[in-house]
């Protein structure tokens, strides 16, 4: 199963659906980059990529022994491509307004629809379901220290002192 990250449009703009990023290695980032950036319309990324590999290039036509490691850096910036190529788009998306809403794991990305779709239904329940009526009776005790005790266990609760 693979993982996606959902972001939501911005809400003052005109009605854009979800974005799925999904997580994982881009293999047509790996093997081209600059049109796997094109495509995914990351166009600051691609504008850094191509002066990387236009620095690369002059360095390997000034300096004529160093043409293996220009190959080796240019070969690190294609993985690195297609390691973090979702985390380019996401950047991207969040410099457009998107809003980062959860990850979700499924099989496909319909799968990952699904799945998002009935978490916000299951949200907006939450939201919209009454508060439980407040019972009458005395408050809980205030201690001077309250705040200020020491808490046992992953839940907080009050420990001694």
Known sequence: MAIYVVMEPPRH????????????????????PV???LWNRLWIETVVLLAVM?????????SGSAE????GMTLLVSIYVGLEGSALRIW?????GYAEWGVVEAGSRADAELRYLSGRSE??????????P??????PSQSSSAGNEP???????????
């Not at 236009?54 to 390997?60: E, K, T």
């Not at 991207?92 to 457009?96: E, I, S």
């Not at 407040?134 to 408050?139: L, V």
């Open 35 to 37: 049109v796997w950036l």
């Open 151 to 161: 808490e046992l266990g992953l839940f907080g609760y009050p420990g001694r002192t």
């Open 134 to 139: 407040i019972r009458q009776g005395s408050a």
């Open 13 to 32: 703009g005109a009605a854009a659906d979800e974005v799925y990023v999904r997580d994982g290695f881009h293999w047509l980032g790996f093997l081209l």
């Open 68 to 71: 293996m490691l220009v190959g």
């Open 123 to 132: 949200d907006e329940a939450v939201d919209q379901r009454p508060l439980p």
């Open 54 to 62: 236009l620095g690369l290039g002059v360095l390997g036509e000034t």
């Open 92 to 96: 991207a998306l969040r410099r457009r």
